[in-house]
């Protein structure tokens, strides 16, 4: 049951996201942190630092980490290919049809406003992040100089990711 | 290089190991690869599968594996890409669930994290700034996304309902518009 449920859940997150990266940080949580419960707010902030800071598309390293979790290498590797599935499928039809249908205004328009909500979606995850990450002063001020530092130097975001990883060890 | 199985499988394989940072990050390097380095794909081609990738759900460095690899060798090309993209973070991710299953309660790790989880919220609210400026917001269309990040972030409203109604009315607009042409 478990593992139909990691499939499930991995495979409508492949599928219901739209703009890639941060966007599906908020459709990952809305599944394994509010439906299901496999992880809580602050461990799903773990998880994006993690995927942060290893190779990969984000939603593929989410899926590998909770699926490993909740259900071993089986799981790991149930939820990646549900993530995925949606993905091969979709790209298939869109190669052979997007092409064509791209120049239609009708077309356009969803796509116009489906931007507008990614960029919601976007801010909802920071949002969802930010509650698992301010727990206290300390966190505010590592935000706040990261913010400093990424606004105005854009590093990146491994060293960014290392020297707050210090910074925590040192001060924290 | 020839476009036989192994070596687009060993292209993207390279790709998935060594691009940090998520999907984003990986299009830049793919486009080195099969565009620049490889002449695989031309530049044109690669455009239009990078337009498509980001229209399509899913993770976009996934997507756009699909089409390079179907582009060159058809639906075992396409495995060969897919499976070279996913197989690096897959196995790295493996092995780090298992150390982090381990070590997470060590009071170093604690406070590396404890540190690293706000720095990501930055690390999102800088190119959200970005993206912002450049998607015509005005204050006619703003309430949008304010009233997403809200119902999502604040209120756990599941992104699925919003796409749908976003698409829902965006189809019902373009009927009304045909209807009524300006």
């Known amino acids: 049951m478990t593992y139909l449920s990691l499939f499930w859940a991995f495979f409508k997150i492949g599928l219901f996201s739209f703009g890639g990266g941060y966007a599906i940080l908020a459709m990952i949580q809305q599944e394994a942190v509010v439906r299901y419960g496999w992880l809580s707010q602050g461990e799903f902030a773990d998880v994006v630092a993690i995927s942060q800071m290893t190779p990969g598309p984000i939603a593929i390293n989410a899926a590998t980490f909770i699926g490993y979790r909740q259900g071993g290498i089986p799981g790991s590797l149930l939820c990646t290919f549900g993530v995925i599935l949606p993905s091969l499928v979709l790209m298939l039809a869109i190669t052979l049809t997007y092409l064509k249908l791209r120049r239609q205004p009708w077309f356009k328009n969803i796509f116009q406003k489906l931007r507008w909500l990614t960029l919601g979606l976007i801010g909802a995850a920071m949002v969802i992040i930010a509650q698992g990450a301010f727990t206290d002063w300390f966190s505010v001020l590592v935000f706040a100089l990261s913010l400093a530092v990424y606004w105005r130097f854009r590093p990146n975001p491994i060293y960014l990711m290392l020297g707050a990883a210090v910074f925590g060890i040192a001060f924290g | ?182």
């Open chain 2, 1 to 182: 290089m020839a476009k036989n199985i192994a070596s687009i499988f060993w292209t993207f394989f390279k790709i998935g190991a060594f691009t940090i940072g998520g999907g984003y990050a990986m299009i830049p390097y793919i486009h080195r690869e099969v565009v620049e380095k490889r002449e695989w794909i031309s530049d044109e081609d690669f455009l239009d599968g990078l337009a498509a990738a980001q229209s399509c759900p899913g993770p976009i460095a996934i997507n756009i594996s699909v089409y390079v690899g179907l582009h060159l060798r058809g639906r075992l090309g396409m495995a060969a890409a897919v499976l070279g993209t996913v197989l690096p973070s897959t196995l790295i991710i493996i092995l780090v669930a298992e150390l982090f299953g381990h070590y997470a309660d060590q009071p170093l790790v604690r406070k590396a994290f404890h540190a690293l989880k706000p720095a990501v919220v930055a690390l999102i609210a800088v190119p959200l700034v970005q993206m912002t400026r450049g998607a015509k917001l005005n204050l006619s269309n703003f309430w949008v996304p304010v009233l997403a990040m809200v119902l999502v972030g604040f209120f756990g409203v599941s992104p699925i309902w919003l796409i749908l109604a976003t698409i829902l009315f965006a189809v019902a607009q373009g009927l009304w518009r045909r209807e009524r042409p300006e």
